[in-house]
C-alpha cells in the first residue's frame, strides 16, 4: 500500500511538470520517460498481480499518457531529431495501453484514445523509414505497435488503412519490408486468437500484403517471413482462409517457380498443398502464371505510377509557392521605388517653387533698382493693393461658403423642428382619440371585484399615506370626531362591498361547479349504450348521489308513468298548459344542454327517452 500512494505521488507530480508551459518538447520527452520508467518498474516488482494495472490507469485516467500522444505527435522541426528518445517513448506509450482496467471510461479510451495512439505510432514509423539511421528504431516502433494490436484486434482494420502504413508498404527498402511482415508474426504468436477476432475484410488486406511481398520481392527473408504468415493464417483461421485464397489464383505457381529452392522448401511445399486442396474444394480453373506476374508487374506499374505523380504534384506545389512568394516580393519592392519616387517628386517640386519664389523676388528687386525714384512708391502701393484684392476675394469666397453653408444647416434645423412638431399633433390628436374611445366604452367592474383582500403589509402602507396626506392637508372645519365617524362610515361601507363581492365569487364559482358537472353527465348521457345492451352496472352509474334529485326523478318518472296510462284526452289540456307555460325556460334548457334535460315532455331530437332523461 505503501509503494501504491507513493506511485500515486510521483503520478501527480509528473502531471505538475507536464502542466508547467516553459518545458521544451526535449525537456517533456525526458521528463516522460523517466517518469514513466520509474512507475511501471517500480509496480512490475511489487507482489499484487493487480498493481501494474491499477498504474496503467491511473496513468491514463491523469492525462499522462495524453500529454504522451502529444508530444509524439509533435513536427519533426520541433522534435528536433530526438527520434531516440521518441521510440523509447512511445514503446512506454504502447506498454502503459496494453493492460489497463478503466471501468466506466473504457468506451472512450477504446474508442476514441486508442486510435490517436495508433495513429501518432504510425507516424512516426513513417518518419522513421525515411532516415538511414532509423533502423533499430523503426524495429522498435513496429515492435510497440504489434504489441498494442495483439491486445486491441480492433485497430488491425485501421492500421491497414492508414495512409502512413500505405508509404511503409510502397517503400522499396527490403528491411522495412521484412520488419512489417515479422511484426505481423509476432502478433499473431502472441495472441493466439488474434486472427479470429478480425474481419474478413481484414483478413483479405493481410493477407493481400503477404502475397504481394511473394510477388513482388525477390528477397530470401521476405519471402520465408511472408510464407510462415500465411501457414500461421492458415493453422489459425482454417476454412475460413480457404474462401479468401480463391482471390488469388495462380498462388500455386507463383511459389512454385520462384521459391522452390531457397531453403524453405518444406514450408513452400506445405502452402502449395494448402492451396490446390482449396482448388479442389473451390473447382475453380486456374490461372496462368503469366497472367499472374503480369497482374503484379500492372500493380507495381501503378503504385509506382502514382508515387511518380505525387512527387511530381509535390515540386509543382514547391515551384508555385517559390514563384507566388517572388512575385510578392517583386510586387512589394515595385511598390516601395514607387513610393520612393514619388516622394522624390514631391520633394522635387517644394525645391522648384522656393527656387521660382526666389527668382520672382530677387527679378523684382532688380525691377526696382531701374525705376525711377519717383515711381517706385507708386509701383509699391500697385503692389499692396493687389495683394488687398486677392485677400479680399479669398475671404468673401470664404465668408459666402460660410454662409451658404449655415443656411442649409438652419433650413435642415427648420425642416427637423416642423417635423418634431408634426409627431407632437399626432401623438397628442390620436391620444384624444384613445380617451374618446375609453370614454365611449362601457364602464368596467370595480378593482375589488375579482380581487384578493389587502396585505398586512399593504395596508400598513395605505393607512401611513392617509396619515401623512391628513397631516399635510388638515382641516380647518372639521372635527376630528367627524373625521373618524365618517372614517368608519366608509370602512363599513367598503367591507360591506368587499363581502359582496366575495358572495358573488363564491356563487360563480357554484354556476361553475354545476355548469361543469352537467356537461359531465351530458357526456355520459351521450355515450351511454341502448337499453337493449345496458346493464346494471351501467344502469347504476347514472344514478344522482343526491337524495334529493334522485327523490325528484322518482316522481318525475311515476308522474310520467301514470300520464301514459292515462286515456287521450285526458292529456289534452295538461299538453296544452304545458306548452304555454314556460317555453322561454324549455328554450334556454335546450340550448344549455344541447338537448338533454330531466323530468320534461320536450321533443326528442334524433335520441332515446330514458325514464325521463333523454339522450
Known sequence: ??????EEVLISQLKRKLENEDLNPEEKISLLIDALNKVLSSAAVQTDSRALTRVKSQLYHSGVLSHCVGVLSLSPSRLRGNWTCAARLAHLTSSSCVGADLGSRSEDFHR????SVMDVLLSLASQLMRRAEGSSLFRKVLDSIGWLLSAHTHLTAQVLSSVQYEQIQMCDDVTISLLCIQMWIQTCAVNR??????????????????????????????????IKLMLLMASQLGLRLQALLVNFKGLDSLLEKDWTGRGFDQEVDQLISIIQRDKAVSSQSEVSTERVRAACVIQAAWRSFQTRRRVKSLNRAVSTLQKRYRARRRRLQ???????????????????????RRRFHQKQRELLLLLPPDQVRPYLQECERRAAVVIQSVYRGFRERRRYND????????????????????????????????????????????QEGLTDSRWAELQQQVEEYISVHRSTCVSAEECASLHEEVQLLLQAELQKGERWRREEQRVEALLACAHTQLEMLRDAPPLSVVTVKQAESFLSPSASIAARARDAHNATLQANRLPWWRLLGEMHTGEEASPAHLQELEAVFGGLFIGGSAVVRGGTEVDGLKL
Open 334 to 356: 515595385e511598390q516601395k521605388e514607387a513610393q520612393q519616387w514619388e516622394e522624390q517628386l514631391r520633394y522635387q517640386v517644394c525645391v522648384r517653387r522656393q527656387q521660382a
Open 112 to 115: 476514441l484514445f486508442l486510435p
Open 1 to 6: 500500500m505503501e509503494m501504491l500512494e507513493e
Open 407 to 450: 443656411s442649409l444647416r438652419d433650413a435642415l434645423r427648420e425642416s427637423q423642428r416642423q417635423q418634431r412638431a408634426a409627431r407632437t399633433l399626432q401623438r397628442a390628436g390620436r391620444r384624444l382619440i384613445e380617451k374618446r374611445r375609453a370614454a365611449k366604452a362601457p364602464p368596467l367592474n370595480p378593482l375589488w371585484i375579482g
Open 193 to 226: 486468437d488474434f486472427l479470429s477476432h478480425l474481419s474478413d475484410e481484414s483478413v483479405l488486406l493481410l493477407l493481400n500484403e503477404a502475397v504481394a511481398q511473394l510477388a513482388l520481392s525477390s528477397d530470401s527473408a521476405v519471402g520465408g517471413a511472408s
